[in-house]
């Protein structure tokens, strides 16, 4: 199981970012994605959730409105479009999901991370 993400980098406040996370070594369509973000000296934080089939999302209230995610199955990838991006929103962003292994076992797995910097 491998999640990579890209499309991270240096934005300007009020600026735009579509982060890309493309999956491989599991059946994708079968599994809810997120995307996760870590700032400097806070915890982890949920960020934006979507169901296996894309049918169903949720967001932090905090990016309610600014944030969209979405998925293409048949590529694989899962996408968190930011827009009107502020310097609260300055993190590390992961993407992640839990893949079963084996019946009685499943596993986290994240993605290596991508900086968002908001800065003017």
């Known amino acids: 199981v491998q999640l990579v993400e890209s499309g991270g980098g240096l934005v300007q406040p009020g600026g735009s970012l579509r982060l890309s996370c493309a999956a491989s070594?599991?059946?994708?369509?079968?599994?809810?994605m997120s995307w996760y973000r870590q700032a400097p000296g806070k915890e982890r934080e949920l960020v934006a959730y979507?169901?296996?089939?894309?049918?169903?999302?949720n967001y932090l209230d905090s990016v309610k409105g600014r944030f969209t995610i979405s998925r293409d199955n048949a590529k694989n990838t899962v996408y968190l479009q930011m827009n009107s991006l502020k310097p609260e929103d300055t993190a590390v962003y992961y993407c992640?999901?839990?893949?079963?292994?084996?019946?009685?076992?499943?596993?986290?797995?994240w993605g290596q991370g991508t900086q968002i910097t908001v800065s003017s």
């Open positions: 070594g599991f059946t994708f369509s079968s599994y809810d």
């Open positions: 979507i169901s296996s089939d894309g049918g169903s999302s």
């Open positions: 992640y999901s839990k893949v079963k292994l084996a019946v009685w076992y499943s596993k986290d797995y």
